[in-house]
């Protein structure tokens, strides 16, 4: 019984060998399906025209062919043509179909998009405005006049209908944050749309003229101090409290309390201290640099009366 299965090893070995190998490269070159993208190439636009719609830049297509050919397909080897020399301004739709498609050894059996729309309008020239986008100044600080650019104009190109809408074209932000004065910087331009080319010179150059915001503070009811008195006796004719209105740059007086504020009624003012009624003009003292001026004080005197 032995004997059956060792007569002739060799060459049944050979032979399921054979038939393995051939069973494998059976079911390998079997056909298969796969998913594959290609790229669509447009051309051939008239100089006139610009595509306005975003049409797609991807064929997807469904292959069948053997396990061998679709491993070593090299889909950067293919593209799909679509020829634009004949559209003209509006929309035009290309239809597409597998047969159009050629693959050596390998079958289309679908794709999409089956039908592409390229929308197309007149490229035009035109001179637009820059209008500068300037930021927001620090606190106590603003924008005088409105800032210079230089130039003024750029030439732009792009479809009609979206150039006929657009005013101004925009320059990147510009910050302004801890500016304290005048200064030129060059920025760019920024494109409203991707349609819209910018012809001239991207950069521009902007001059923001910047200052100290003048403000006005108000103080009442301030208490008058008198000096120099000495032991003369006086009354006051009317208990008046005094109102102040100072102005000055903002950071010099944001830090400016009543409480460092005095309003002096000095006696060394009166020539003679007779018994009788006297006008003081008042005095006022306070910090601060000579930026900072004193717009009114109310009342500007006090009346006393001189005692014997």
Same mark, same amino acid.
């Given at each position: 019984? *032995?004997?059956?299965?060792?007569?002739?090893?060799?060459?049944?070995?050979?032979?399921?060998?054979?038939?393995?190998?051939?069973?494998?490269?059976?079911?390998?070159?079997?056909?298969?399906?796969?998913?594959?993208? $290609?790229?669509?190439?447009?051309?051939?636009?008239?100089?006139?025209?610009?595509?306005?719609?975003?049409?797609?830049?991807?064929?997807?297509?469904?292959?069948?062919?053997?396990?061998?050919?679709?491993?070593?397909?090299?889909?950067?080897?293919?593209?799909?043509?679509?020829?634009?020399?004949?559209?003209?301004?509006?929309?035009?739709?290309?239809?597409?179909?597998?047969?159009?498609?050629?693959?050596?050894?390998?079958?289309?059996?679908?794709? %999409?998009?089956?039908?592409?729309?390229?929308? *197309?309008?007149?490229?035009?020239?035109?001179?637009?405005?820059?209008?500068?986008?300037?930021?927001?100044?620090?606190?106590?600080?603003?924008?005088?006049?409105?800032?210079? $650019?230089?130039?003024?104009? $750029?030439?732009?190109?792009?479809?009609?209908?979206?150039?006929?809408?657009?005013?101004?074209?925009?320059?990147?932000?510009?910050?302004?944050?801890?500016?304290?004065?005048?200064?030129?910087?060059?920025?760019?331009?920024? %494109?409203?749309?991707?349609?819209?080319?910018?012809?001239?010179?991207?950069?521009?150059?902007? *001059?923001?003229?910047?200052?100290?915001?003048?403000?006005?503070?108000?103080?009442?009811?301030?208490?008058?101090?008198?000096?120099?008195?000495?032991?003369?006796?006086?009354?006051?004719?009317?208990?008046?409290? $005094?109102?102040?209105?100072?102005?000055?740059?903002?950071?010099?007086?944001?830090?400016?309390?009543?409480?460092?504020?005095?309003?002096?009624?000095?006696?060394?003012?009166?020539?003679?201290?007779?018994?009788?009624?006297?006008?003081?003009?008042?005095?006022?003292?306070?910090?601060?640099?000579?930026?900072?001026?004193?717009?009114?004080?109310?009342?500007?005197?006090?009346?006393?009366?001189?005692?014997?």
């Amino acid at each position: 019984m *032995t004997g059956l299965f060792t007569n002739n090893l060799g060459k049944k070995t050979l032979a399921i060998t054979i038939a393995i190998i051939l069973w494998i490269i059976a079911n390998f070159e079997q056909d298969i399906e796969k998913n594959i993208t $290609v790229d669509i190439q447009y051309s051939r636009l008239p100089a006139s025209l610009i595509i306005t719609n975003n049409p797609p830049q991807k064929l997807n297509l469904r292959v069948r062919g053997s396990r061998t050919k679709l491993a070593i397909l090299n889909t950067e080897n293919y593209a799909f043509p679509i020829n634009l020399d004949e559209v003209t301004k509006g929309i035009s739709k290309f239809d597409i179909r597998t047969d159009q498609i050629r693959m050596t050894g390998i079958q289309i059996i679908g794709l %999409s998009p089956a039908e592409i729309s390229v929308d *197309t309008d007149d490229l035009v020239r035109k001179k637009i405005a820059v209008k500068p986008n300037i930021g927001i100044p620090d606190i106590g600080f603003k924008i005088l006049n409105d800032p210079k $650019v230089q130039p003024g104009t $750029v030439s732009v190109s792009g479809p009609k209908q979206l150039l006929s809408n657009i005013k101004f074209i925009n320059t990147d932000l510009v910050s302004i944050e801890g500016e304290k004065s005048n200064f030129t910087i060059e920025v760019p331009l920024k %494109s409203p749309s991707p349609l819209v080319q910018i012809n001239d010179n991207p950069i521009v150059k902007i *001059t923001v003229d910047i200052m100290e915001t003048m403000i006005e503070k108000e103080f009442k009811g301030i208490n008058v101090n008198y000096k120099n008195f000495d032991d003369v006796k006086f009354d006051i004719v009317d208990n008046q409290n $005094v109102n102040l209105l100072f102005r000055g740059p903002y950071r010099s007086i944001k830090n400016l309390s009543g409480e460092n504020i005095q309003v002096i009624a000095d006696a060394k003012s009166i020539k003679k201290m007779t018994p009788k009624k006297h006008r003081i003009i008042l005095l006022v003292d306070y910090p601060g640099d000579k930026d900072i001026n004193l717009v009114s004080i109310k009342p500007e005197y006090v009346e006393i009366n001189v005692k014997k």
